[in-house]
């Protein structure tokens, strides 16, 4: 949710306080578990505060049930799972960030074009094992599509992991910032500047995949949102 408030007004979403920009623009978002109802405290200037409930609607995701898989590719040895544990904690810094960007005030393009081989908040039962939800949406292009970046913003993270392959992470301000993931090639590099619309990478089948695809995802700080109504409209 982006939205506009008068300058110098002070938020706060369920007693976290929400970033406003100088002009008033904010943003924040809701995850896949969050329950049905939110608290949003507004104080404008010289006003005392006001509390808004927001009314969440629940969703119904899908499940996919695979089995048969050889045992390392669900259960990883223990050096490859030291290896996760040690990206995961530099990717939660990196979407950590709280930068004064404004980058998510302009609004966001999808990154690529193409069939959508995976949705938002799907969850996959691997040898009877549930694992975590798909937190992102997948486009089924080719190795060597050109990646956009969904908005303006600053890369904060540009490298290879396990899972991901080689990923970027765009910072666009607020809390509000995307991930690309499995490309076949970076064209970018961390604390660069990068605007709406602009190559940032291309596409490929690194990590743990099954073949090429652009899987995409799009949070508010630590909260995985889905990011298929965002550059997708629907």
Do not use: C
């Amino acid at each position: 949710m982006v939205g506009q408030a008068a300058p110098g007004t002070r938020l706060a979403l369920d007693g976290r306080a929400v970033r406003v920009a100088a002009d008033g623009a904010f943003a924040f978002g809701f995850g896949r578990d969050h329950g049905t109802t939110s608290v949003l405290a507004v104080t404008q200037p010289g006003q005392r505060a006001e509390e808004r409930r927001l009314s969440i609607a629940r969703r119904q995701w899908q499940e996919q049930r695979i089995s048969g898989l050889p045992p390392a590719q669900v259960t990883p040895d223990e050096e490859t799972l030291q290896r996760i544990l040690r990206e995961r904690e530099r990717l939660g810094a990196a979407r950590a960030t709280d930068s004064a960007l404004t980058g998510f005030a302009q609004g966001f393009i999808a990154p690529a074009t193409g069939r959508i081989s995976g949705v938002f908040g799907s969850r996959r039962v691997l040898n009877g094992q549930p694992r975590q939800p798909h937190y992102g949406l997948d486009f089924a292009v080719p190795t060597g599509t050109p990646m956009l970046a969904a908005a303006a913003g600053r890369v904060t993270l540009a490298d290879s992991f396990h899972f991901f392959g080689d990923l970027v992470v765009i910072d666009h301000g607020h809390g509000v910032n995307t991930l690309y993931a499995h490309l076949s090639r970076i064209d970018v590099r961390e604390g660069q500047m990068v605007a709406k619309g602009e190559r940032i990478a291309l596409s490929g089948a690194t990590g743990r995949v099954t073949g090429p695809h652009l899987h995409f995802s799009l949070s508010w700080y630590q909260v995985w949102l889905d990011p298929q109504p965002v550059v997708l409209g629907a």
